[in-house]
C-alpha cells in the first residue's frame, strides 16, 4: 500500500503563488508516475501535471509556463512538489496528489483545497 499525505493549499489573491507537497509512504520502491489533479464542484479531475520517476514532466496546456511540478525521494518517502505562480481565480479547486505503481495500482490523496480569490 501507499499512503499520500498532501499540504500546502490554502487562499491566495490572484498573481499569487503556493507551493503543494505529496509525501508518498509504505511501498514507494516501484512508483512509476505522480502527479497532481484537480477537480471543482459539478467537474470531472483533470490533470494539471505528472512526473515519471525519471523526472520526465507532464503539463495541462493551461498550466505550462505558471506551473512546475518536481519531486525527490528522501528518508523513505517520495514528495511530489507542485509551485503554482501567477494564479487565477480559475485554479481554484481541490487538488489531488495521484501516485501509480505496476499493474494498475493507483493511489489518491485527500485533496488539498486552493482558492484564488482577492
Known amino acids: 500500500q501507499v499512503q499520500l499525505v498532501e499540504s500546502g493549499g490554502g487562499l491566495v489573491q490572484p498573481g499569487g503563488s503556493l507551493r503543494l507537497s505529496c509525501a508518498a509512504s509504505g511501498i514507494i520502491y516501484d512508483i512509476n508516475t505522480m502527479g497532481w489533479y484537480r477537480q471543482t464542484s459539478g467537474k470531472s479531475r483533470e490533470l494539471v501535471a505528472a512526473?515519471?520517476?525519471?523526472?520526465?514532466?507532464?503539463?495541462a496546456d493551461s498550466e505550462k509556463g505558471r506551473f512546475t511540478i518536481s519531486r525527490d525521494r528522501v528518508n523513505a518517502k517520495d514528495t511530489v512538489y507542485l509551485q503554482m505562480n501567477s494564479l487565477k481565480a480559475e485554479d481554484t479547486a481541490v487538488y489531488y496528489c495521484?501516485?501509480?505503481?505496476?499493474?494498475?495500482?493507483?493511489?489518491w490523496g485527500q485533496g488539498t483545497q486552493v482558492v484564488v480569490s482577492s
Open positions: 495521484k501516485a501509480e505503481r505496476p499493474y494498475g495500482l493507483e493511489y
Open positions: 512526473i515519471t520517476r525519471g523526472g520526465s514532466p507532464t503539463y
